[in-house]
């Protein structure tokens, strides 16, 4: 290992996290699109479920291409967790823009709505737990565009953070003596 490895994590972590982060933001799209669109709802929730896979497969490039093909779990796992931090902040910004300017309630409105949608066909069990998603919904649209931006960023992370753990042990490799 030579000393400038770590600039290759983190550039390449900046790298990778800006293709996450635009990936992110095309997927967000689909979210409030998917409320007028159901087919777009249902592609919002097949791109999230892409997204370790496409973390894997960043992973995995960042092992071959600038680790010589093995890799420690401690540095992959540093490699994913910064990738999707740089991710999260490349999408807070379109979060931020989104919430700030174009959303007004929307989002949370709509999932009100459909919640309210389910209550006259829910048993009462159900019922109390529309009732709490309701109340969840309400608080959050009760915060400030900034504050659901800084709520995201960290949500974000911590998804990153506990995506990092099953990727770092699929791709880390020891050396091959030769």
């Known amino acids: 290992m030579t000393q400038d490895q770590p600039i290759h994590l983190q550039q390449t972590a ?5 293709f996450m982060g635009l990936f992110w933001i095309i997927k967000f799209t689909f979210l409030p699109l998917g409320f007028t669109i ?3 709802q249902f592609l919002f929730v097949l791109l999230t479920c892409f997204v370790p896979i496409l973390g894997y497969l960043y992973t995995r490039k960042f092992r071959d291409r600038y680790c010589g093909g093995s890799i420690t ?3 992959a796992f540093a490699f994913t967790v910064l990738m999707y931090f740089f991710a999260a902040l490349l999408a807070a910004v379109a979060h931020y823009i989104y919430f700030r300017f174009l959303d007004n309630g929307f989002l949370a409105e709509s999932y009100i709505g459909q919640l309210e949608a389910m209550k006259p066909a829910a048993t009462e069990e159900l019922k109390e ?4 998603f309701i109340e969840g919904f309400s608080l959050i649209s009760s915060l400030s565009p900034i504050q659901l931006t800084f709520q995201l960023i960290s949500q974000n992370f911590m998804y990153g953070v506990l995506l990092a ?3 770092s042990l699929l791709v880390m490799r020891k050396k091959r003596h030769e």
């Open 38 to 40: 159901p087919l777009l």
């Open 73 to 75: 779990f401690s540095r």
């Open 165 to 167: 753990l099953p990727t």
């Open 129 to 132: 737990s529309i009732d709490q």
């Open 14 to 18: 900046m790298y990778f996290g800006t």
